[in-house]
Nanobody, 124 residues
Framework: QVQLVESGGGLVQPGGTLRLSCAGS????????MGWFRQAPGKERTFVAA????????DYADSVKGRFTISRDSAKNTVYLQMNSLQPEDTAVYYC?????????????????WGQGTQVTVSS
């Protein structure tokens, strides 16, 4: 059974940085695409970034381009989200997700597997 476990969330001041990790188990993610989504209180879950596991091709939401970087470590079966220049509007629960086809997608319904989420709070 596929499991995704996020870590690395926390409280950070505006302008600060965090790196989220998502450790996968239960299968190799070769041939898959991985994504990060976020959900703020009272709002819908929205796309943040995605990466094709084999090629490393990436895609980002406009709101995080130039600030966030998605990457993966095949040896560790782990995907990362480096978040720089964090702003209060980045506050949300961040979720890692995996889809069995390696096409990039910003649609949450395209992803079959989800982690439990990690809270990111940006506040002074």
């Amino acid at each position: 059974q596929v499991q995704l476990v996020e870590s690395g969330g926390g409280l950070v001041q505006p302008g600060g940085t965090l790196r989220l990790s998502c450790a996968g188990s239960g299968r190799s993610f070769s041939g898959c695409a991985m994504g990060w989504f976020r959900q703020a209180p009272g709002k819908e879950r929205t796309f943040v970034a995605a990466i094709r596991w084999d090629s490393g091709t990436t895609d980002y939401a406009d709101s995080v381009k130039g600030r966030f970087t998605i990457s993966r470590d095949s040896a560790k079966n782990t995907v990362y989200l480096q978040m720089n220049s964090l702003q209060p509007e980045d506050t949300a629960v961040y979720y890692c997700a995996a889809k069995p086809r390696d096409s990039l997608s910003p649609q949450f319904w395209a992803y079959n597997y989800w982690g439990q989420g990690t809270q990111v709070t940006v506040s002074s």
